[in-house]
């Protein structure tokens, strides 16, 4: 399975911040927005990652992740020149995908939760169709909202409907088989011009080929759209590490812990870090027994 981060756009909610430098690589806490969702690619045992963002934005990831060989995988880069919709990614990134499954990421969603590792490969299993998640909300008024029967097969989804047929909300993270290449070549552009990531949910739903995983009590999905959402985000993150003295969405230590990188490799890592707490946290990790 191929992954994609898309991380693109203006971030004109988080103005002036973002006038000069996209939101993914602002930081949450002590590492950069984007460090979060590739966490979950990584998480899910992702090694093929493309990287989708604007002329301007993509060589300083390119600058910030390299190619990813330090980490044990492979990233690569495409332009999106203009936003076109979240679905435009698998048209970008159509060579990248192959005969692949793909996952696509947004690159400004933060996931946390003991139980990701599970409800992620629960999702991988499934080769055929595509996979959504669900996340409890209190008001799902101002989120794409998924209804569901106890099987977990998707009925309908709604964008911010007023009278929501469930309390979950649709989160920015879609495992899809290899048939979405196609479906998104042949998605009518919205209204705003844009591919539309519903449509291309909606076409899974038409065939019956459309599954949710649910993320219930204990898992974390985390707004960075606005100035509060991002300070709240990254008081979680603060808290969990001094509390818990576990780094969350640590890239290198994920990696580690997959087989990605050896030890040696990640006490290289933290070598270069060990003016840093994140570097002695890498260092640390390269000692345990």
Known sequence: MKGIILAGGKGTRLYPMTKAIS???????????????????????????LIISTPEDTPLYERLLGDGKRIGVSFSYKVQDKPRGLADAFILGEEFIGDDNVCLV?????????????????????KDGATIFGYPVKDARAFGVVEFDKDHNVLSIEEKPQKPKSNYAVPGLYFYDNKVVEIAKNVEPSSRGEIEITAVNNAYLTTGELKVELLGRGMAWLDTGTPDGMLKAAEFVEAVQDRQG???????????????????QLRALGEELDSTDYGKYLLALAEEK
């Open 246 to 264: 576990f780094y969350v969405s640590c890239i290198e230590e994920i990696a580690w812990r997959r087989g990605f990188i050896t030890t040696a």
């Open 23 to 49: 939101k993914q690589l602002l930081p949450i806490y002590d590492k950069p927005l984007i460090y979060y969702p590739l966490s979950i690619l990584l998480l899910a045992g992702i090694k093929e990652i």
């Open 106 to 126: 947004l690159g400004d969603n933060v996931f946390f939760g003991q139980d990701m590792t599970r409800v992620l490969r629960k999702a991988m299993e499934r």
